[in-house]
Protein backbone atom coordinates (compact mmCIF):
# COMPACT_ATOMS: atom_id res chain seq x y z
CA UNK A 1 0.00 0.00 0.00
CA UNK A 2 1.43 3.24 -0.71
CA UNK A 3 0.85 6.38 1.15
CA UNK A 4 0.18 10.00 0.30
CA UNK A 5 1.63 12.73 1.62
CA UNK A 6 -0.85 15.10 2.89
CA UNK A 7 0.05 18.68 3.63
CA UNK A 8 0.04 18.04 7.66
CA UNK A 9 2.74 15.14 7.36
CA UNK A 10 5.92 16.01 5.29
CA UNK A 11 7.87 13.18 3.80
CA UNK A 12 11.17 14.59 3.93
CA UNK A 13 12.95 17.45 5.50
CA UNK A 14 14.02 19.93 2.31
CA UNK A 15 17.21 21.45 2.66
CA UNK A 16 17.17 25.41 2.55
CA UNK A 17 20.00 27.99 1.71
CA UNK A 18 19.33 31.75 2.60
CA UNK A 19 21.35 34.25 1.90
CA UNK A 20 20.64 37.42 3.30
CA UNK A 21 21.23 39.65 6.50
CA UNK A 22 21.16 39.28 10.46
CA UNK A 23 20.84 42.11 12.70
CA UNK A 24 20.81 43.06 16.11
CA UNK A 25 17.32 44.55 16.50
CA UNK A 26 16.89 47.43 19.01
CA UNK A 27 13.12 47.59 20.18
CA UNK A 28 11.45 50.48 21.46
CA UNK A 29 7.75 50.12 22.27
CA UNK A 30 5.67 52.90 21.93
CA UNK A 31 2.91 54.30 22.41
CA UNK A 32 2.70 55.62 18.60
CA UNK A 33 5.32 56.75 16.20
CA UNK A 34 6.39 60.22 17.21
CA UNK A 35 5.39 63.31 15.09
CA UNK A 36 8.25 65.30 14.18
CA UNK A 37 9.61 67.20 16.82
CA UNK A 38 7.44 65.51 19.51
CA UNK A 39 9.24 63.72 22.30
CA UNK A 40 7.67 60.69 23.21
CA UNK A 41 7.61 58.66 26.35
CA UNK A 42 7.83 55.21 25.52
CA UNK A 43 7.45 51.78 27.40
CA UNK A 44 10.10 49.46 27.12
CA UNK A 45 13.56 48.61 25.40
CA UNK A 46 15.05 45.41 24.17
CA UNK A 47 17.82 43.85 21.83
CA UNK A 48 16.42 40.86 20.18
CA UNK A 49 17.95 38.29 17.25
CA UNK A 50 16.36 39.67 13.73
CA UNK A 51 17.56 40.56 10.13
CA UNK A 52 15.16 39.27 7.52
CA UNK A 53 17.88 36.93 6.36
CA UNK A 54 18.46 35.03 9.96
CA UNK A 55 14.39 35.26 10.70
CA UNK A 56 13.79 33.57 7.59
CA UNK A 57 16.23 30.76 8.59
CA UNK A 58 14.95 30.20 11.79
CA UNK A 59 11.62 30.02 10.46
CA UNK A 60 12.40 27.35 7.88
CA UNK A 61 14.80 25.36 10.87
CA UNK A 62 11.46 26.28 13.06
CA UNK A 63 9.47 24.60 10.35
CA UNK A 64 11.67 21.66 10.34
CA UNK A 65 14.25 22.31 7.50
CA UNK A 66 17.97 21.71 7.61
CA UNK A 67 18.93 25.44 6.79
CA UNK A 68 22.12 27.23 6.09
CA UNK A 69 22.73 30.14 6.57
CA UNK A 70 25.36 32.41 4.65
CA UNK A 71 25.79 36.16 5.68
CA UNK A 72 28.10 38.71 7.44
CA UNK A 73 27.71 39.82 11.02
CA UNK A 74 30.72 41.90 12.82
CA UNK A 75 33.12 41.11 15.47
CA UNK A 76 31.52 42.13 18.50
CA UNK A 77 29.10 40.81 21.20
CA UNK A 78 25.69 41.27 18.60
CA UNK A 79 27.79 39.26 16.33
CA UNK A 80 28.42 36.35 18.27
CA UNK A 81 25.07 36.09 19.61
CA UNK A 82 23.34 36.38 16.97
CA UNK A 83 25.23 33.08 15.44
CA UNK A 84 24.57 31.43 18.88
CA UNK A 85 20.86 32.32 17.95
CA UNK A 86 20.80 30.36 14.96
CA UNK A 87 23.19 27.02 16.15
CA UNK A 88 20.59 27.03 18.87
CA UNK A 89 18.09 26.84 16.06
CA UNK A 90 19.95 23.39 14.29
CA UNK A 91 20.73 26.56 11.79
CA UNK A 92 24.35 25.80 9.76
CA UNK A 93 26.60 28.48 10.19
CA UNK A 94 29.94 27.20 8.90
CA UNK A 95 29.17 30.06 6.04
CA UNK A 96 28.51 33.02 8.55
CA UNK A 97 31.13 34.88 8.42
CA UNK A 98 32.56 37.65 11.12
CA UNK A 99 33.85 40.85 9.53
CA UNK A 100 36.64 42.72 11.16
CA UNK A 101 36.58 46.29 12.25
CA UNK A 102 32.64 46.05 11.50
CA UNK A 103 29.83 46.43 13.39
CA UNK A 104 26.96 44.14 13.48
CA UNK A 105 24.18 45.22 11.46
CA UNK A 106 21.67 46.94 13.85
CA UNK A 107 17.92 47.30 13.19
CA UNK A 108 15.82 50.37 15.26
CA UNK A 109 12.46 49.13 15.43
CA UNK A 110 9.43 51.50 16.98
CA UNK A 111 6.71 48.70 17.80
CA UNK A 112 3.06 51.05 18.32
CA UNK A 113 0.79 50.46 20.60
CA UNK A 114 -1.21 48.86 17.60
CA UNK A 115 1.31 46.34 16.50
CA UNK A 116 2.13 48.14 13.47
CA UNK A 117 6.01 48.85 13.39
CA UNK A 118 8.60 50.89 12.04
CA UNK A 119 12.37 49.84 10.97
CA UNK A 120 15.25 51.99 10.91
CA UNK A 121 18.37 49.75 9.24
CA UNK A 122 22.03 50.02 9.48
CA UNK A 123 23.47 47.72 7.73
CA UNK A 124 27.05 47.09 9.51
CA UNK A 125 28.54 44.04 8.22
CA UNK A 126 26.07 42.76 6.30
CA UNK A 127 26.96 45.34 3.71
CA UNK A 128 30.36 43.39 3.11
CA UNK A 129 28.68 40.57 2.14
CA UNK A 130 30.16 38.58 -0.73
CA UNK A 131 29.16 35.33 -2.70
CA UNK A 132 31.93 32.62 -3.06
CA UNK A 133 30.24 31.22 -6.37
CA UNK A 134 31.90 27.81 -6.55
CA UNK A 135 30.95 27.34 -2.73
CA UNK A 136 27.94 28.64 -3.02
CA UNK A 137 27.04 25.83 -5.81
CA UNK A 138 28.43 23.19 -3.70
CA UNK A 139 26.33 24.16 -1.13
CA UNK A 140 22.90 24.66 -3.17
CA UNK A 141 23.26 21.15 -4.29
CA UNK A 142 20.59 19.19 -3.13
CA UNK A 143 18.57 22.42 -1.69
CA UNK A 144 14.76 22.61 -2.44
CA UNK A 145 15.71 26.68 -2.00
CA UNK A 146 18.01 29.58 -2.21
CA UNK A 147 16.33 32.65 0.00
CA UNK A 148 17.16 35.59 -0.81
CA UNK A 149 15.93 39.37 0.33
CA UNK A 150 17.56 42.47 -0.52
CA UNK A 151 19.31 43.70 3.13
CA UNK A 152 22.46 42.91 1.43
CA UNK A 153 24.69 44.44 -1.52
CA UNK A 154 22.18 43.62 -4.46
CA UNK A 155 25.21 42.83 -6.71
CA UNK A 156 25.81 40.12 -4.27
CA UNK A 157 22.07 39.01 -3.95
CA UNK A 158 22.01 39.06 -7.87
CA UNK A 159 25.24 36.68 -7.79
CA UNK A 160 23.69 34.48 -5.68
CA UNK A 161 20.41 33.70 -7.61
CA UNK A 162 22.22 33.23 -10.74
CA UNK A 163 24.57 30.88 -9.05
CA UNK A 164 21.44 28.66 -7.76
CA UNK A 165 19.93 29.26 -11.00
CA UNK A 166 22.65 27.67 -12.56
CA UNK A 167 22.87 24.67 -10.00
CA UNK A 168 19.52 24.44 -10.98
CA UNK A 169 18.05 25.52 -6.99
CA UNK A 170 14.77 27.51 -7.05
CA UNK A 171 14.92 30.53 -5.91
CA UNK A 172 12.84 32.26 -3.37
CA UNK A 173 13.00 36.05 -3.39
CA UNK A 174 11.51 38.63 -0.70
CA UNK A 175 13.09 41.63 -2.34
CA UNK A 176 12.70 43.34 0.69
CA UNK A 177 13.63 46.58 1.59
CA UNK A 178 12.38 46.92 -2.20
CA UNK A 179 14.78 48.12 -4.77
CA UNK A 180 14.20 47.64 -8.54
CA UNK A 181 15.44 44.28 -9.75
CA UNK A 182 17.39 44.00 -12.84
CA UNK A 183 15.73 42.79 -16.18
CA UNK A 184 17.88 39.59 -16.78
CA UNK A 185 17.01 38.82 -13.20
CA UNK A 186 13.29 38.17 -13.13
CA UNK A 187 13.27 34.78 -15.05
CA UNK A 188 15.80 33.52 -12.64
CA UNK A 189 13.39 33.71 -9.68
CA UNK A 190 10.79 30.98 -8.85
CA UNK A 191 9.14 32.53 -6.25
CA UNK A 192 8.60 35.94 -5.28
CA UNK A 193 7.63 37.25 -1.75
CA UNK A 194 6.34 40.54 -1.95
CA UNK A 195 3.85 42.74 0.45
CA UNK A 196 1.62 44.88 -1.22
CA UNK A 197 3.84 48.34 -0.89
CA UNK A 198 6.97 46.27 -2.67
CA UNK A 199 4.05 44.90 -5.18
CA UNK A 200 3.49 48.55 -6.05
CA UNK A 201 7.03 49.70 -6.18
CA UNK A 202 7.88 46.73 -8.39
CA UNK A 203 5.08 46.89 -10.98
CA UNK A 204 4.13 50.13 -10.77
CA UNK A 205 -0.04 49.30 -9.37
CA UNK A 206 -1.37 49.65 -6.38
CA UNK A 207 -1.91 46.48 -4.37
CA UNK A 208 -4.30 47.58 -1.83
CA UNK A 209 -7.08 45.09 -2.06
CA UNK A 210 -6.70 40.99 -2.56
CA UNK A 211 -8.16 42.00 -6.96
CA UNK A 212 -5.75 44.85 -6.76
CA UNK A 213 -2.77 42.54 -5.73
CA UNK A 214 -3.92 39.70 -8.16
CA UNK A 215 -3.59 41.80 -10.95
CA UNK A 216 0.20 43.26 -9.47
CA UNK A 217 0.74 39.93 -8.94
CA UNK A 218 0.12 38.80 -12.10
CA UNK A 219 1.97 41.94 -14.32
CA UNK A 220 4.82 40.50 -11.68
CA UNK A 221 4.67 36.69 -13.07
CA UNK A 222 4.32 38.20 -16.69
CA UNK A 223 8.00 39.13 -16.15
CA UNK A 224 8.80 35.39 -15.90
CA UNK A 225 8.12 34.28 -12.88
CA UNK A 226 6.49 30.74 -11.62
CA UNK A 227 4.45 32.25 -8.32
CA UNK A 228 4.08 35.42 -6.88
CA UNK A 229 2.77 35.77 -3.11
CA UNK A 230 1.50 39.14 -2.12
CA UNK A 231 0.80 39.61 1.54
CA UNK A 232 -1.43 41.74 2.67
CA UNK A 233 -1.20 41.79 6.65
CA UNK A 234 -4.40 41.48 8.46
CA UNK A 235 -6.13 40.53 4.94
CA UNK A 236 -3.41 37.29 4.42
CA UNK A 237 -2.35 37.02 1.07
CA UNK A 238 -3.07 36.53 -2.46
CA UNK A 239 -1.22 33.74 -4.34
CA UNK A 240 -0.68 33.95 -7.92
CA UNK A 241 0.57 30.88 -10.64
CA UNK A 242 -0.25 29.74 -13.79
CA UNK A 243 -3.92 28.38 -12.79
CA UNK A 244 -4.79 32.32 -11.50
CA UNK A 245 -4.37 33.99 -8.44
CA UNK A 246 -6.49 33.23 -4.83
CA UNK A 247 -7.32 35.40 -2.11
CA UNK A 248 -6.18 33.53 1.14
CA UNK A 249 -7.55 35.48 4.13
CA UNK A 250 -5.89 35.20 7.45
CA UNK A 251 -7.48 34.07 10.77
CA UNK A 252 -8.43 37.02 12.92
CA UNK A 253 -5.45 37.47 15.95
CA UNK A 254 -4.80 40.29 18.50
CA UNK A 255 -1.45 41.54 16.97
CA UNK A 256 1.05 42.35 19.65
CA UNK A 257 4.29 43.30 17.16
CA UNK A 258 3.94 42.30 13.59
CA UNK A 259 7.85 42.54 13.48
CA UNK A 260 9.00 39.33 11.17
CA UNK A 261 5.54 38.07 10.28
CA UNK A 262 6.59 38.43 6.66
CA UNK A 263 9.94 36.42 7.39
CA UNK A 264 7.71 33.43 9.31
CA UNK A 265 5.44 33.37 6.34
CA UNK A 266 8.38 32.87 3.86
CA UNK A 267 9.93 30.48 5.87
CA UNK A 268 7.09 28.40 6.45
CA UNK A 269 6.16 28.85 2.48
CA UNK A 270 9.36 27.56 1.76
CA UNK A 271 9.86 24.71 3.12
CA UNK A 272 6.34 23.22 2.45
CA UNK A 273 7.18 23.90 -1.09
CA UNK A 274 10.36 22.02 -0.74
CA UNK A 275 8.14 19.38 0.93
CA UNK A 276 6.21 19.00 -2.19
CA UNK A 277 3.12 20.66 -0.94
CA UNK A 278 0.58 22.47 -3.17
CA UNK A 279 1.40 25.85 -3.36
CA UNK A 280 -2.23 27.36 -1.91
CA UNK A 281 -1.50 24.85 0.69
CA UNK A 282 1.83 26.09 1.49
CA UNK A 283 0.33 29.27 1.58
CA UNK A 284 -2.13 28.68 4.18
CA UNK A 285 0.85 27.49 6.23
CA UNK A 286 2.43 30.54 5.71
CA UNK A 287 -0.56 32.45 7.19
CA UNK A 288 -1.41 30.28 10.09
CA UNK A 289 2.72 30.58 11.30
CA UNK A 290 2.44 34.30 10.63
CA UNK A 291 -0.79 34.94 12.86
CA UNK A 292 1.11 33.03 15.56
CA UNK A 293 3.83 35.75 15.27
CA UNK A 294 2.08 38.54 15.34
CA UNK A 295 0.72 37.52 18.80
CA UNK A 296 4.18 36.90 20.39
CA UNK A 297 6.70 40.46 20.92
CA UNK A 298 9.68 40.43 19.22
CA UNK A 299 11.46 39.46 15.95
CA UNK A 300 13.13 35.59 16.61
CA UNK A 301 11.21 34.57 19.44
CA UNK A 302 8.61 35.05 17.97
CA UNK A 303 8.58 32.08 15.49
CA UNK A 304 6.54 29.27 15.67
CA UNK A 305 7.46 26.04 15.48
CA UNK A 306 5.91 23.27 12.98
CA UNK A 307 3.76 21.96 15.68
CA UNK A 308 2.48 25.12 16.95
CA UNK A 309 1.47 25.92 13.56
CA UNK A 310 -0.59 22.53 12.65
CA UNK A 311 -2.14 23.23 16.36
CA UNK A 312 -3.11 26.56 15.34
CA UNK A 313 -7.14 27.33 14.08
CA UNK A 314 -7.43 27.17 9.85
CA UNK A 315 -7.71 30.17 7.90
CA UNK A 316 -11.16 30.58 6.26
CA UNK A 317 -11.08 28.86 2.76
CA UNK A 318 -9.59 30.76 -0.04
CA UNK A 319 -11.28 32.77 -3.14
CA UNK A 320 -10.28 32.45 -6.55
CA UNK A 321 -10.35 36.01 -7.59
O1 LIG B 1 11.58 41.62 8.86
C1 LIG B 1 11.87 42.03 10.17
C2 LIG B 1 13.31 42.40 10.28
O2 LIG B 1 13.55 43.54 9.50
C3 LIG B 1 13.75 42.79 11.67
O3 LIG B 1 14.15 41.68 12.46
C4 LIG B 1 14.84 43.80 11.41
O4 LIG B 1 16.11 43.34 11.72
C5 LIG B 1 14.73 44.17 9.95
O5 LIG B 1 15.74 43.65 9.23
Redesign the pocket.
Known amino acids: MSLKPSSSSPARAPRIVVLG?L?M?LVLRVPHAPAAGETLLGHSIATIP???GA?QAVSCAREGAQVRMIGCVGDDAHGSALRDALQRDGIDTAALRTVAGEPTGT?L?LVEDSGQNR?V?IPGANARLEVDEAALAQQLQGAAFLVAQF?TPLDQVARGIAVAHGAGCKVMLNPSPVQPIAEPLWPLIDTLVVNEIEAQALCGQSADSPQEAAQAGRALRAKGIARVVVTLGARGAVAIDADGARHHPAPKVQAVDT??A??TFLGALAVALGEGQSFDDAVRLGIRAAALCIQQPG?QPSIPQRDAVLLSPLPPDWITL
Open positions: SNDGGKNAIILETAGDA
